[in-house]
């Protein structure tokens, strides 16, 4: 059992954004639906929580709270190819939103950083030339394109 488990907490998709991200990812199911009672805060019988995993990670959904999503907090998926980036990124973007720097916001308002796993070393490359040009890339991008990345480290144009 994991000791740290994160809940996201919707107004009434629970279900639905649980089983979108368990459709999203490998490895992933739903583990338990539970439901309101009588004692409410929702009308009896609406879904309460979702305990699911994605990757084998653990997580809840919560209907209930009326809290709002923001950037502060989000989930990074690490893509060893741009045709991952790009399957995550069209997926995760219908009915949400593009952001900068390889960050969107889903059709729940959660948000999350597509990255593919490279960008960390062109990042940290111990050239400055080579880091400060893959970082000046991808302040341009929405998505992340890693052979742009990968061009602008070596000095050449990101378009």
């Avoid at 199911?29 to 990670?57: C, N, Q």
């Avoid at 999503?69 to 219908?94: G, H, M, N, P």
Wanted: with cysteine; proline share 6%; hydrophobic share 40%.
């Amino acid at each position: 059992m994991e000791n740290i488990v994160p809940c996201l907490c919707f107004r009434k998709e629970a279900e639905e954004a649980a089983r979108f991200y368990t459709s999203l990812f490998p490895n992933s199911r739903i583990v338990d639906i539970s439901r309101y009672g009588s004692a409410g805060p929702l009308p009896e019988g609406t879904v309460m929580a979702v305990s699911f995993e994605l990757d084998g990670k653990p997580f809840l959904a919560l209907n209930g709270p009326e809290f709002e999503f923001t950037e502060a907090v989000s989930f990074q998926i690490r893509c060893e190819s741009q045709e991952e980036v790009d399957s995550y990124w069209d997926k995760l973007t219908v009915s949400g939103e593009e952001s900068y720097c390889g960050w969107l916001k889903d059709r729940f308002g959660v948000s999350w950083q597509v990255t593919p796993s490279a960008l960390s070393e062109l990042l940290a490359d111990p050239d400055p030339a080579r880091s400060q040009g893959a970082m000046r890339a991808m302040m341009q991008m929405k998505k992340l394109d890693l052979e742009a990345l990968e061009r602008a480290a070596s000095g050449g144009e990101v378009g």
